[in-house]
DNA sequence: GTGCTCGATTAAAACGTTTCAAAGGAGCGA
DNA sequence: TCGCTCCTTTGAAACGTTTTAATCGAGCAC
C-alpha cells in the first residue's frame, strides 16, 4: 500500500457528491437527513447506501453557519486536576445529553490569560452556551461575552450583582457546620486553614467558621487562621509543619480546611509528625472529593452537591439559549456536612 | 431596563456590517483580519473602530466551512475522574497553544456509546485532530474516523496493528520495576492485586511482575493473583479486605497494585485492619498520581512519562494533520518507579 | 377530458467568511 | 503628457448546508 493510499481517497463527500450518486437533487439529501418522513421510501433508501458508500459526514460548520447556532455546550474549568470540577462537569452531562449536544471541557488552569483565549475561541463557535468557574467571577469579561449574546453561567461563584446567571453553594453555611461540628466534638482551639483570602469561597468559609465560633461564646483568639499560599496538597502539608511546631498546649486540637487538597496535606505530614489523628489533632476538609474518603484516616467533609450544581447550570445556560423570557438568577444550594474518622475517633 | 434590552441589539455583527460602518468593501475587512500588513494604517484604524463598536466576533462556523479545516483539537478522555488523564490533557496543551489550537476535552466516561457519539460530533466538526484513550482500542469505529480522513492518536494504548498512531508506556517493564523493587526489598510472598485482566495494560503489567519473579527464581505459587472488578479505589478497598483476612502465615507481606486508585483502597482498608505499612504489608501502585504522594503513607508508585505522553500525542497528531508524507507511529515510553515510604519502611 | 389536490422532488437563495483576479489611483521617470 | 509600477481596494466566487417557494406528476372527482 503507498503512503498516498492511506489518505482517504475524496477528502470529504458533501451532500452534493451523496446526491449526484443517488440521482437526486441535494435538496432531496437534505430531507432524508432533516425531515425522513417526507422522502419516498425507495428514494431514502437510495440516498442512504449513497451515504454509506461514500463515507459521507455531515458537517457541522456549513450546518450551523447556516443555522446560526451549533450543538456545543462548553465548561470552562477552573483546576481539571481537582476532582471537584469534573465532578460538576459530570453533572452537566445530563442536560446536555437531552438536548443532543456535546458538552466540551477547556481547561483555564487559574489563568486568566488562558481563561479569556478560551472563552474567545468559544464565542467564534458560536457555542450554545458556556458555563464557567471563573479566575475571577466579577471580571469585565465575563460581561462582554454575556452582552454580545453568548448564555453563560457562572458555578461555583457568585456574583456581587444580577447581570449573569450563577449556581454556588452557600459557603458560609459550609464553614459553620464544619466548626459546630467540631465544637460538639468539644474542640475548644481550632484552627481555620486556608487562603488566600481574597478568594471569595475562602473568606466565606472563614467567616462562617467565625459565626459559629461566636455564636457558641468561645474566646475569639481561640479560633486561629493559618494562611497558605494556595489551595493544594503541598500548601497543606506546610501548613502541617507549622502546625506540629507549636508546642501542645498551644496547638490546637482540630483544624478545618478550606479545601479537601489542603486536608489531606495536613493529615499526611501531621501523620508524618507523629500527631494522631484526630485523637491529638480532628480535621475537617472541604468539597468531600472521592480521595477525602479514601484516605488512611476517611476525611470529615463539608460536601458540596457539585453533580446537582453542575446539572443546574446547564439547564439555566439552556433556558437563557432558548428562552426569550429568560431572567438571570442566582441559586444557592446547601452544603452537607459527612463527619467520619478524622474527627470522630 | 426591559427584559428585551438584555438582550443584544444585534444578534451578532458581521463582516458586511463592519465593511458598511466603515465604508470598505467587505475584502478589504477580511484583510485586516488576515493581513493587516496590507492595508493602508488609516484604512486599518477605521475598520477595527468598526469592529469594536459593532462588537464583531469572527464566525468560526463560516471560516472553517471557508477554509476546510477548524482551529480545534479534541482529546477524548477515558475517565474526567482520574487525575491520570486530565494531566495526559495537560500534556497536550503545549503543542496545541504552539499551533494556535484549542484543545477540547472530552469524557467518554469508559462507556463506549458515549464514545462513539463524541467521535461522531468530532468528525462533523471537522476537528483538526483526535487525542483518544480509548474503550477499546482495537475497536473498528477507531479505523473508521482514520480512514474517512481525521487524524488520530491512540493515547496510552497499544494497538495490535499498524494502522494507526499510537502513544503508550511500557507495561511489562512497569509491571518488571515493580516487582523487582519488592523482592529487592526482601519479599517473598507477593500479591498481583488488579483486573480486570482483559484490559491490556493490566495484563501486560501482571505479565511484567511474573516475569521477574521468575528470573528471580522464587517459587510461582508465591506470586498471587488478588482479581478486582474495576481499578477504581472501592475495588483496592475490597481486595484489602480480602488479603487482611488471611493467616498471617499465608498472607503475602507486599502487594503490587495496577493502579494508584486500588492501591489508596487497599492501604486504607489495610490501616483500617491494623496492618502496618509499610512494616506488615508493603504497597506498590502505579501511575503515580498526585494523591499517591499525598497519602497519609506516601506510596510508592511507577510513574508513567504522562505529560510526555500527552506532548508526544499532539505532536503526532499534529503531523498528521499537516505533513502528506505521514507514516503512523506506535511509540512507547519507559516508565520509572518513585519509591516512597509504602516501601521503604 | 378537465381541473384539483396532494405528495414528492427540485431549484435557488442564504448563512459569513476567505481568496483571487482585477481594477483603481498615486507617484514617477522619460 | 504618457506609460509604467506599485500599493490599496474591490467584486465575485466558493465552501456545505438548510429552507422556502415552486414545479412536477399521479390520482381522482366531476
Not at 144 to 171: K, Q
Not at 197 to 226: H, K, N, Y
Amino acid at each position: 500500500m503507498s503512503p498516498a493510499a492511506r489518505r482517504p481517497a475524496s477528502p470529504t463527500a458533501s451532500v452534493k457528491d451523496v446526491a449526484a450518486a443517488a440521482g437526486v437533487s441535494l435538496g432531496t439529501v437534505s430531507n432524508v437527513l432533516n425531515r425522513p418522513d417526507r422522502v419516498a421510501a425507495g428514494t431514502r433508501e437510495r440516498v442512504e447506501r449513497a451515504m454509506n458508500e461514500l463515507g459521507f459526514v455531515r458537517n457541522e460548520s456549513a450546518r450551523s453557519l447556516r443555522s446560526g447556532r451549533s450543538r456545543t455546550l462548553a465548561y470552562v474549568m477552573l483546576d481539571a486536576g481537582n476532582p471537584f470540577f469534573t465532578d460538576v462537569a459530570r453533572g452537566s452531562e445530563g442536560p446536555a445529553d437531552d438536548g443532543d449536544l456535546s458538552l466540551f471541557l477547556c481547561n483555564s488552569d487559574n489563568r486568566a490569560g488562558r481563561e479569556a483565549a478560551h472563552l474567545e475561541h468559544l464565542e467564534q463557535q458560536r457555542v450554545q452556551g458556556i458555563l464557567i468557574t471563573p479566575v475571577d467571577p466579577d471580571s469585565p469579561t465575563l460581561d462582554a461575552v454575556v452582552e454580545r449574546g453568548t448564555p453563560l453561567v457562572i458555578v461555583d461563584r457568585t456574583r456581587t450583582d444580577d447581570r449573569i446567571c450563577s449556581v454556588a453553594v452557600d459557603d458560609v453555611l459550609g464553614g459553620r457546620l464544619a466548626v459546630e461540628h467540631l465544637i460538639d466534638q468539644g474542640h475548644t482551639r481550632v484552627a481555620f486553614v486556608g487562603g488566600p483570602t481574597s478568594i471569595g469561597q475562602v473568606a466565606d468559609r472563614l467567616e462562617g467558621a467565625r459565626r459559629a465560633w461566636a455564636d457558641a461564646e468561645l474566646p475569639e483568639d481561640d479560633l486561629t487562621l493559618v494562611h497558605t499560599d494556595s489551595l493544594t496538597v503541598a500548601a497543606g502539608r506546610e501548613a502541617g509543619e507549622r502546625i506540629a511546631g507549636l508546642a501542645s498546649t498551644r496547638r490546637p486540637t482540630a483544624a478545618f480546611c478550606a479545601n479537601d487538597l489542603i486536608a489531606l496535606g495536613l493529615l499526611q505530614q501531621a501523620t508524618r509528625a507523629g500527631l494522631a489523628v484526630p485523637d491529638q489533632l480532628a480535621i475537617v476538609g472541604y468539597d468531600d472529593i472521592e480521595f477525602a474518603a479514601a484516605a488512611a484516616v476517611p476525611l470529615t467533609s463539608v460536601r458540596q452537591p457539585r453533580h446537582e450544581l453542575g446539572r443546574t447550570a446547564a439547564l439555566l445556560v439552556l433556558d437563557e439559549s432558548s428562552n426569550p423570557q429568560h431572567v438571570h438568577q442566582q441559586l444557592t444550594f446547601e452544603p452537607e456536612l459527612v463527619a467520619r474518622t478524622s474527627t470522630l475517633g
